[in-house]
């Protein structure tokens, strides 16, 4: 089979050319993006927000509060701003429980190369920011700027997971104009687009027919702007406040390249540079939540989010190769409760606790996005630096379920050189700690 397939390939047709390309990438390159909050979504986009483990942004105001309520402003007298810098430093083991490759014609054999790989969820720092201000007695424009995609899982060349990931890199600015308008008394209604660049960097190993020959590498890169929106209504009476929202999914086009080479022998014809486009989605969002104020001095918050992440299917590859990369992630649930308790004028402080669930199915967790269940607990204070600027401070503890690397992928899929990789391999003893510092501003 080797000395057929070697004679053909001196010749290669496009068709056979543009199926193994197609073939590699399906195979191979699965997964979009590292895992940090349920499936590659960064809620870290306020501190004050962070300190009660997001329990009550959709039903409290202010500016800082944007991104999950367009509404929040309503009603706003005067301006106010918020700004936040936030450090993520995930932690996890991914080690090796026995993956093989299947060369054509040879029997299974030990993929080898380093068997565990420490820490591959590179540390982050996050900024945001927004602002708003009150026009008028009724209306309220705004502004955030925020990263809700934005991380980098790496592997070396030399680990067992080479082949399904290597770098895993994913950028997101997005930036959301708001309006919101005060209806009645304590009733708003907030509208926002969602201006949003991406862009994405994902490279892997290819194996080489021969075991004896040095791996080849691919690597798939590209970016664009596209536009999603997000809705919001705020209600607001004595010691309750309500709120609902929903964000829109974002369909990414990102015009880029996908790029082969170091392939030998009868492989060595696919080395290339192939301009193309790669399509994807990320999820909408349906949040509902509540903040009671039981003394003056204290209120409790609770939030339940719907994520849409059945969406996120597929990343669609365009022209010349027209095929499809499955991920076939599902809708997930995410609930927060939490407090913030006034300890004097200056003073405040709070805690909450999440339970986040992951989109990645159990029986398809890959490298790249090692993700599973996890629990985050959070504490967070304010001091009031007079009366028109405070400064917050929150930390956030992140603990994920154990879980196991078990998707197997193909190189070359579909074609009569298709390499199997049957994965076997574990996440161990993942955690996340993340520290933030903002501050807030009235003027």
Same mark, same amino acid.
């Given at each position: 089979?080797?000395?057929?397939?070697?004679?053909?390939?001196?010749?290669?047709?496009?068709?056979?050319?543009?199926?193994?390309?197609?073939?590699?990438?399906?195979?191979?390159?699965?997964?979009?993006?590292?895992?940090?909050?349920?499936?590659?979504?960064?809620?870290?986009?306020?501190?004050?927000?962070?300190?009660?483990?997001?329990?009550?942004?959709?039903?409290?105001?202010?500016?800082?509060?944007?991104?999950?309520?367009?509404?929040?402003?309503?009603?706003?007298?005067?301006?106010?701003?918020?700004?936040?810098?936030?450090?993520?430093?995930?932690?996890?083991?991914?080690?090796?429980?026995?993956?093989?490759?299947?060369?054509?014609?040879?029997?299974?054999?030990?993929?080898?190369?380093?068997?565990?790989?420490?820490?591959?969820?590179?540390?982050?720092?996050?900024?945001?920011?927004?602002?708003?201000?009150?026009?008028g007695s009724h209306l309220s424009l705004g502004l955030?700027?925020?990263?809700?995609?934005?991380?980098?899982?790496?592997?070396?060349?030399?680990?067992?997971?080479?082949?399904?990931?290597?770098?895993?890199?994913?950028?997101?600015?997005?930036?959301?104009?708001?309006?919101?308008?005060?209806?009645?008394?304590?009733?708003?209604?907030?509208?926002?687009?969602?201006?949003?660049?991406?862009?994405?960097?994902?490279?892997?190993?290819?194996?080489?027919?021969?075991?004896?020959?040095?791996?080849?590498?691919?690597?798939?890169?590209?970016?664009?702007?596209?536009?999603?929106?997000?809705?919001?209504?705020?209600?607001?009476?004595?010691? @309750?406040?309500? #709120?609902?929202? +929903? =964000?829109?999914?974002?369909?990414?086009? &990102?015009? !880029? /390249? *996908? %790029?082969?080479? $170091?392939?030998?022998?009868?492989?060595?014809?696919?080395?290339?540079?192939?301009?193309?486009?790669?399509?994807?989605?990320?999820?909408?969002? @349906?949040?509902? #939540?509540?903040? +009671? =104020?039981?003394?003056?001095?204290?209120? &409790?918050? !609770? /939030? *339940? %989010?719907?994520? $849409?992440?059945?969406?996120?299917?597929?990343?669609?590859?365009?022209?010349?190769?027209?095929?499809?990369?499955?991920?076939?992630?599902?809708?997930?649930?995410?609930?927060?409760?939490?407090?913030?308790?006034?300890?004097?004028?200056?003073?405040?402080?709070?805690?909450?606790?999440?339970?986040?669930?992951?989109p990645v199915r159990g029986e398809q967790r890959d490298?790249?996005?090692?993700?599973?269940?996890?629990?985050?607990?959070?504490?967070?204070?304010?001091?009031?630096?007079?009366?028109?600027?405070?400064?917050?401070?929150?930390?956030?503890?992140?603990?994920?379920?154990?879980?196991?690397?078990?998707?197997?992928?193909?190189?070359?899929?579909?074609?009569?050189?298709?390499?199997?990789?049957?994965?076997?391999?574990?996440?161990?003893?993942?955690?996340?700690?993340?520290?933030?510092?903002?501050?807030?501003?009235?003027?």
């Amino acid at each position: 089979m080797m000395k057929a397939f070697a004679t053909r390939r001196r010749k290669p047709t496009s068709d056979n050319r543009r199926l193994l390309l197609a073939g590699s990438l399906v195979g191979t390159m699965l997964g979009a993006t590292p895992a940090l909050a349920g499936g590659f979504y960064l809620q870290d986009q306020s501190t004050k927000a962070s300190g009660r483990a997001f329990s009550g942004e959709v039903a409290d105001q202010g500016a800082e509060s944007l991104w999950w309520n367009p509404a929040s402003i309503g009603g706003l007298e005067g301006g106010s701003a918020a700004i936040s810098v936030t450090a993520i430093l995930p932690r996890a083991d991914v080690t090796n429980t026995g993956t093989l490759i299947v060369r054509p014609g040879q029997a299974p054999a030990a993929v080898g190369g380093d068997q565990t790989t420490h820490n591959p969820i590179n540390n982050g720092v996050l900024p945001s920011g927004a602002i708003a201000h009150g026009i008028g007695s009724h209306l309220s424009l705004g502004l955030a700027i925020t990263a809700p995609y934005n991380f980098t899982t790496q592997y070396s060349t030399t680990s067992w997971a080479r082949y399904t990931a290597m770098t895993t890199r994913l950028r997101t600015i997005d930036i959301q104009p708001s309006i919101a308008v005060e209806l009645a008394p304590g009733f708003s209604l907030g509208a926002a687009a969602n201006l949003e660049r991406a862009s994405a960097y994902l490279s892997n190993a290819l194996p080489n027919l021969s075991p004896l020959l040095p791996d080849g590498s691919q690597a798939l890169k590209g970016s664009g702007w596209d536009v999603g929106y997000s809705l919001g209504a705020q209600y607001r009476h004595g010691p @309750l406040s309500l #709120g609902v929202s +929903y =964000k829109s999914s974002i369909t990414h086009t &990102l015009d !880029g /390249s *996908v %790029t082969i080479g $170091g392939l030998l022998g009868p492989l060595a014809g696919q080395n290339t540079t192939l301009n193309t486009t790669a399509k994807f989605s990320t999820p909408w969002q @349906l949040n509902m #939540g509540a903040r +009671y =104020k039981i003394t003056p001095g204290l209120t &409790l918050n !609770g /939030s *339940v %989010t719907r994520f $849409g992440w059945a969406k996120f299917q597929n990343i669609y590859l365009g022209s010349p190769l027209n095929t499809a990369m499955p991920e076939n992630y599902r809708n997930t649930w995410s609930y927060a409760a939490g407090f913030d308790a006034d300890l004097s004028p200056t003073w405040t402080v709070r805690a909450g606790v999440q339970r986040d669930m992951t989109p990645v199915r159990g029986e398809q967790r890959d490298a790249r996005v090692p993700d599973s269940n996890r629990w985050n607990f959070a504490v967070g204070g304010t001091h009031a630096v007079g009366k028109a600027f405070k400064i917050d401070a929150a930390f956030n503890y992140l603990t994920l379920d154990n879980a196991p690397v078990n998707r197997t992928t193909a190189a070359y899929a579909g074609t009569v050189v298709q390499t199997p990789i049957l994965v076997s391999g574990a996440v161990n003893s993942p955690h996340v700690f993340i520290f933030s510092l903002g501050g807030r501003v009235s003027f």
